[in-house]
């Protein structure tokens, strides 16, 4: 079973930046598919950026130019560059992972971190 493990939440004020890590183990690189979420108090969880098993990114609008996705396949580690945060960043931040036949983030065949909190001041 793929294990992930977030880290690198924190408290920063606006216009600061944070990295956050996702330790993943017992998946295959080349065939998944990874991202990062997100979920505000009271909203729902909504995607921020993914990569998919060819290499292609998407990021939600508000996180282009300033978030980046990235992976280190040799140490199977995920990152989010967040730059730029504005307070309605905050959130709990998760990772999640999918096999190509798991055809939606929503399917219970995705696996989740435990989540990291990122809160932005303003």
């Known amino acids: 079973q793929v294990q992930l493990v977030e880290s690198g939440g924190g408290s920063v004020q606006a216009g600061g930046s944070l990295r956050l890590s996702c330790a993943a183990s017992?998946?295959?690189?080349?065939?998944?598919?990874m991202g990062w979420f997100r979920r505000a108090p009271g909203k729902e969880r909504e995607g921020v950026a993914t990569?998919?098993?060819?290499?292609?990114?998407t990021y939600r609008n508000s996180a282009k130019g300033r978030f980046t996705i990235s992976k280190d396949n040799a140490k199977n580690t995920l990152y989010l560059q967040m730059n730029s945060l504005k307070p309605e960043d905050t959130a709990m931040y998760y990772c999640?992972?999918?096999?190509?036949?798991?055809?939606?983030?929503?399917?219970?065949?995705?696996?989740w971190g435990q989540g990291t909190s990122v809160t932005v001041s303003s």
């Open positions: 017992r998946y295959d690189d080349s065939t998944y598919y």
């Open positions: 990569v998919d098993r060819y290499g292609t990114i």
């Open positions: 999640a992972a999918r096999a190509a036949h798991c055809i939606s983030w929503n399917w219970p065949c995705t696996y």
